[in-house]
Each structure stands twice: as structure tokens, then as C-alpha cells.
């Protein structure tokens, strides 16, 4: 599917399944996704992060990266690893609203708050019970407003 996903075939299988469920409900994003991103697995737990978005500037030319760690790709189920993808490329997608001119607190704040709340508006369209319990504890221990 991709030619954007560096990672070994099991990984990159359950990858590709991840974004078949993004395709169906957000072909728009998904499209942007397969353009623009290279999806990469690795050791993340150094960083202690699971996933991350990254943007660089390589030659003029700018490469979006998403980030996962190999420990996610082993064990989340595929509306989990669908709706962290979710969450990421909506990083890229409002980087420049976000991320323009400096980076402080507040704003960042403000960009993880509306973007956890797509992503559990993302995991109830999927009727993913047990992702939206597990996501908004996640939300709740990092202090992010759940939206009603
Ligand atoms: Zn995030």
C-alpha cells in the first residue's frame, strides 16, 4: 500500500491495516497521510513516548515523519495503533497553526487538547470501547480536558 513505511513486514502489515480503518473514515486525511508522511517503527522508550510527529527541512524539501515504537506495533490492537496514526498526522496537519512562530506552553497545550478530543471522537465512530476508556484515562492523568 504505502511506500512510506520503514519497518520489518509484521510491523508494516499491521501498520497498513491501521490505515486501511483511517481510509475508511477520514479518506482525506489518509490521502495526506500516504503523500506526505513516511511512517517509521523503532526504539522509542528511550524518549519515553510511544509515538511522536516530527517535521524537517531536508534541502527546501519538507519531510513529515510519524514515529512509533516497535513495543505498540507488538501489542495495541488495530483501532488503538489506527487512532494513535490519527493522532499524529492531525500533528502535521495543524503544525503550522500550532507550531508557526514559537512553540510555548500554552499552545501546545491547546493543540493536544483538540487533538486527543478527534482522536476519541475518531475511537467512537469505530465503536472502540475499550481504546475510549483506556484514552481518556490517558487524557485525564495528563490533565487534558475531555470535550462533552
Ligand atoms: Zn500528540
Known sequence: M????IARSDWRFRVDKALETIEQLEP????????????????LSNIN???????????GKKIQWILLDSSILNHWSRNRLAGTIFHEALHHKFWEKYRSLFQ???????EHEYIYNQELQ?????NALEEQIYLVQLMKEQGIKVYK
Open 2 to 5: 504505502s511506500q512510506n513505511i
Open 28 to 43: 482525506g486525511l489518509y490521502s495526506a497521510i500516504l503523500s506526505q508522511s513516511t511512517i517509521q517503527a523503532g526504539q
Open 122 to 126: 475518531f475511537l467512537k465512530r469505530l
Open 104 to 110: 510555548d506552553e500554552q499552545s501546545l497545550k491547546k
Open 49 to 59: 513516548a510511544e509515538a511522536f510527529a516530527s517535521q524537517e527541512d531536508i534541502n
